[in-house]
């Protein structure tokens, strides 16, 4: 395993939807999952885009949130979708960024 491998699935990107949002080849993908070979910077730069406008998604979501009529059965009807260009058409960052707004909201009953 690799750090690339660990934001891929951080981001909860399949090995066929990262090649597709990477641009770059399945056997690339797995490459750089399984060996010490490192991707260049470029694509570096677009996981850290997906990871930002997964971010930002997130906490606008926890910001737009009523929290005076917040309860906690509303944590399961979150919804996001993730604005950017680089995240936008895969699930796996829709859940991470859900998941990240959920967790921001559960604070409130903490």
Aim: glycine residues 2%.
């Amino acid at each position: 395993m690799s750090n690339f491998s660990d934001m891929v699935r951080y981001i909860g990107l399949s090995i066929d939807e990262a090649a597709a949002a990477l641009d770059v080849s399945k056997d690339e993908i797995v490459r750089w999952c399984d060996t010490s070979e490192a991707p260049p910077l470029h694509i570096w730069q677009c996981l850290v885009r997906m990871l930002d406008e997964i971010r930002i998604s997130a906490e606008e979501a926890a910001k737009s949130a009523d929290l005076d009529q917040l309860e906690a059965s509303d944590l399961n009807r979150v919804n996001l979708t993730v604005p950017g260009q680089a995240a936008a058409e895969f699930d796996g960052p829709k859940r991470a960024a859900t998941a990240m707004a959920v967790a921001t909201l559960a604070r409130v009953f903490v």
